[in-house]
């Protein structure tokens, strides 16, 4: 499908660049053209008011061929007929044979028009009829030089032509393979978006799905007895819930129309609250806390969304923090930004796997996550609400050591 799009772009790149070309060489040739053209009429008036009377041949007979690149002046003749057409007198610096005369003559007739050209071996002949009182004077002039610089000019538009569409060519598809990367990119993470959904949506589905069943099979026992079918179902729901309502909150997000509802408040204290209600977990998993927060830092944002967001770090902390293990949390100004800092000690994220942690559904350690019923979407929406502020969400993590989340916010927020 790309191939064909890549494909069609190229098209219609070279379509258009050609036509722009073919016009620009087109309207380049068409002046030269009338500037030959004028140029070739002027002579041959200015030839036809030279030899109104006819001239005496010359007495000298130059060979017509070894003269002819040292003129000055491109060769001329003119004939002088009456009014049947018949050859009364000559002019030409160069005694011609009277049958070369008569070739050029009948050529003009031919034409039946009183200026034009035509070719005679191998040369090039401009004309120009003027009518007398007993007959036609008829001037020629050769314009094989002026015939060449037009052939000349158009052997030369036709040849950079073709080579500025080769190289055109090439350049336009390094840039359509450029432009649409991107597209081919989100395209295949929408696909692997609603594969992914898909699976996480299929195994929760099969769990209520048997339960129902057993619950169908054993429709004479009383509910007590059945309360842990439907527990499970229940459980199964709201982690269905819960899914799809972060899936829902993706795609809203994903649309740069979606304003956000902004107001001043104190994010010191939204954060200390996070940390009041994570509490009680934190101390149940025999976890030591350190928190360096900086009062009364305000910024401009929405207050719910950046609580979950300290939520989400602090929650992923807690469950990738070793037994016995150490948990900081950095909050302060740093000239115009505000810099909030999780780290806690544990295993560690791979260096290879950094930069797809924040990936919708990515999950360094996925039989872990499934236990701690996670999808994988708490950094996606983190980093989702982030960027919405303004701002930038960045992980590093040192193997079996640490792991350290950093979130840069403006002072003020995103306007």
Same mark, same amino acid.
């Given at each position: 499908?790309?191939?064909?799009?890549?494909?069609?772009? /190229?098209?219609?790149?070279?379509? &258009?660049?050609?036509?722009?070309? !073919?016009?620009?060489?087109?309207? +380049? *040739? @068409? %002046?030269?053209?009338?500037?030959?053209?004028?140029?070739?009429?002027?002579?041959?008036?200015?030839?036809?008011?030279?030899?109104?009377?006819?001239?005496?041949?010359?007495?000298?007979?130059?060979?017509?061929?070894?003269?002819?690149?040292?003129?000055?002046?491109?060769?001329?003749?003119?004939?002088?007929?009456?009014?049947?057409?018949?050859?009364?007198?000559?002019?030409?610096?160069?005694?011609?044979?009277?049958?070369?005369?008569?070739?050029?003559?009948?050529?003009?007739?031919?034409?039946?028009?009183?200026?034009?050209?035509?070719?005679?071996?191998?040369?090039?002949?401009?004309?120009?009829?003027?009518?007398?009182?007993?007959?036609?004077?008829?001037?020629?002039?050769?314009?094989?030089?002026?015939?060449?610089? /037009?052939?000349?000019?158009?052997? &030369?538009?036709?040849?950079?032509? !073709?080579?500025?569409?080769?190289? +055109? *060519? @090439? %350049?336009?598809?390094?840039?359509?393979?450029?432009?649409?990367?991107?597209?081919?990119?989100?395209?295949?993470?929408?696909?692997?978006?609603?594969?992914?959904?898909?699976?996480?949506?299929?195994?929760?589905?099969?769990?209520?799905?048997?339960?129902?069943?057993?619950?169908?099979?054993?429709?004479?026992?009383?509910?007590?007895?059945?309360?842990?079918?439907?527990?499970?179902?229940?459980?199964?729901?709201?982690?269905?819930?819960?899914?799809?309502?972060?899936?829902?909150?993706?795609?809203?997000?994903?649309?740069?129309?979606?304003?956000?509802?902004?107001?001043?408040?104190?994010?010191?204290?939204?954060?200390?609250?996070?940390?009041?209600?994570?509490?009680?977990?934190?101390?149940?998993?025999?976890?030591?806390?350190?928190?360096?927060?900086?009062?009364?830092?305000?910024?401009?944002?929405?207050?719910?969304?950046?609580?979950?967001?300290?939520?989400?770090?602090?929650?992923?902390?807690?469950?990738?923090?070793?037994?016995?293990?150490?948990?900081?949390?950095?909050?302060?100004?740093?000239?115009?930004?505000?810099?909030l800092s999780i780290t806690n000690t544990g295993e560690g994220i791979p260096q290879e796997s950094l930069f797809k942690i924040f990936d919708r559904f990515y999950r360094t350690d996925k039989s872990r996550e499934r236990?701690?019923?996670?999808?994988?979407?708490?950094?996606?929406?983190?980093?989702?609400?982030?960027?919405?502020?303004?701002?930038?969400?960045?992980?590093?993590?040192?193997?079996?050591?640490?792991?350290?989340?950093?979130?840069?916010?403006?002072?003020?927020?995103?306007?």
């Open positions: 499908m790309f191939k064909k799009l890549r494909n069609k772009f /190229l098209f219609l790149n070279l379509v &258009t660049i050609s036509v722009m070309m !073919l016009l620009a060489f087109s309207s +380049i *040739y @068409f %002046i030269t053209y009338q500037n030959v053209q004028t140029e070739i009429n002027m002579e041959l008036h200015r030839l036809s008011e030279n030899n109104r009377k006819p001239l005496k041949p010359s007495q000298q007979k130059p060979d017509y061929d070894e003269v002819r690149p040292h003129s000055e002046r491109s060769i001329s003749f003119t004939i002088i007929t009456d009014l049947q057409w018949n050859k009364s007198a000559t002019s030409s610096v160069f005694d011609m044979d009277d049958e070369f005369y008569e070739w050029a003559k009948k050529a003009v007739q031919s034409k039946n028009t009183n200026q034009g050209k035509f070719k005679l071996d191998d040369t090039y002949w401009a004309f120009m009829i003027k009518p007398l009182h007993d007959g036609f004077q008829i001037v020629f002039l050769d314009v094989t030089s002026q015939q060449g610089i /037009l052939t000349t000019l158009v052997y &030369t538009f036709l040849i950079s032509l !073709l080579v500025l569409l080769a190289i +055109i *060519y @090439f %350049i336009s598809r390094m840039f359509a393979n450029r432009a649409i990367k991107p597209v081919k990119e989100a395209f295949d993470k929408q696909k692997q978006f609603i594969a992914d959904a898909s699976h996480e949506l299929k195994t929760p589905l099969a769990v209520i799905n048997t339960n129902a069943d057993v619950l169908l099979s054993n429709m004479e026992d009383r509910i007590e007895n059945q309360s842990k079918w439907l527990y499970y179902i229940k459980s199964e729901t709201e982690r269905m819930t819960k899914l799809t309502n972060d899936l829902l909150y993706l795609t809203q997000v994903d649309y740069s129309d979606q304003k956000m509802i902004s107001a001043h408040f104190n994010l010191s204290e939204t954060v200390e609250n996070v940390l009041l209600t994570m509490e009680a977990v934190i101390f149940e998993n025999t976890i030591d806390l350190h928190y360096d927060i900086e009062p009364d830092l305000f910024i401009q944002g929405n207050r719910e969304q950046l609580q979950q967001v300290a939520m989400i770090l602090l929650d992923n902390a807690v469950k990738y923090t070793n037994p016995n293990g150490k948990i900081s949390i950095l909050l302060k100004r740093n000239h115009n930004i505000l810099l236990k701690n019923g996670s999808y994988g979407l708490g950094l996606s929406i983190a980093k989702a609400i982030i960027e919405q502020h303004g701002g930038k969400i960045t992980a590093k993590s040192v193997l079996n050591e640490s792991t350290t989340f950093t979130i840069q916010l403006p002072l003020m927020g995103k306007t």
